[in-house]
């Protein structure tokens, strides 16, 4: 046994200790990029069943200037455990207002909404909801085209008040989804006293819904829910017309995936924008 404690422990250390300094150098370099301004947002449209265009979702990317385009999962999480998550989270909401303001000023994107992320740190801040509607105002954006995405993970610490956070953003007009609905903590006896707006259907079911009958069952749940509460139902991660066909018959009412379109940078949105069925 003692040998192979030592074999193992020969085996796991370099590994850790790699996987340690790369971390380091992953936080060194996350507080840099927000001073250099290397993230930038990309938009995913999202469509009602009959394809028009309903709004966008914003979706973080980071310019690394070695390592290229770095994909959220590579860096949230580190940002999330460093606090850094917050500053990028206020970065994020502030440019897309930025987008919102421009965009009512014109009558063909005036109906657009833009949805926007929120990590639980973020919402947990005491000064969540006046730092959102500060940003609004300094913006000149209109609240009943923002959408907060919320996770499940935010209820389980405090459900009062999430409400009456909740509550106080839905008076100001911001409308809040619940994000990847179906796989974190079960919120269901919860899901009535939450002020939302919309669920949305991780991407997870979706995918299984092809074939499996479960992820068809969950996506039937989910949309029937979402009806009883009076809620949107939206699915993401919608990748072929079987599948779209599908949400619909399932009863949802809006969609989000690859079928429709990929999230993109502002100007090709534009561009996509310009050709789009409103
Ligand atoms: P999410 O909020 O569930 O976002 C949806 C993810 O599904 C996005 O991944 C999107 O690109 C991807 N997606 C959409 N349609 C399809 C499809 O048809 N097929 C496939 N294969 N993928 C599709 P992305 O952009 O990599 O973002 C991953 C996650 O990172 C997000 O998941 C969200 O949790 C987090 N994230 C992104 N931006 C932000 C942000 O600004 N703030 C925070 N806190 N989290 C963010
Ligand atoms: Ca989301
Ligand atoms: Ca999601
Ligand atoms: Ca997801």
Redesign the pocket.
Known sequence: AKVAGRNMASWFEPDMEQRVAARAVLEADLRHALEQEQFE??Y?PQCDMQGRMTGV?????WNHPQRGLV???EF?PVA?ETGL?VA??RW?LKSACTVLAQWSAAPETACLRIA????AQ?FQRPDFVEQVLAVLAAAGAPPQRLVL?L?ESLLLKDVDGTVAKMARLSDAGVGCAL??FGTGYSSLSYLHRLPLVEL?I??SFIWDADNARIGGAIVHTIAGLGKALNLDVVA????TEHQRGFVEAAGCHRY????YG??MPLPQLAAWISHAPL
């Open positions: 947002l990309y995913q979702e914003a979706l973080l990317r994909p959220p999962v949230i999330e998550i990028l989270g994020v926007v992320n929120v990590s973020q995405e996770t994000d990847d949305k991780d991407r993401e991660g919608v990748e989000q995936g690859y079928l990929k999230p």
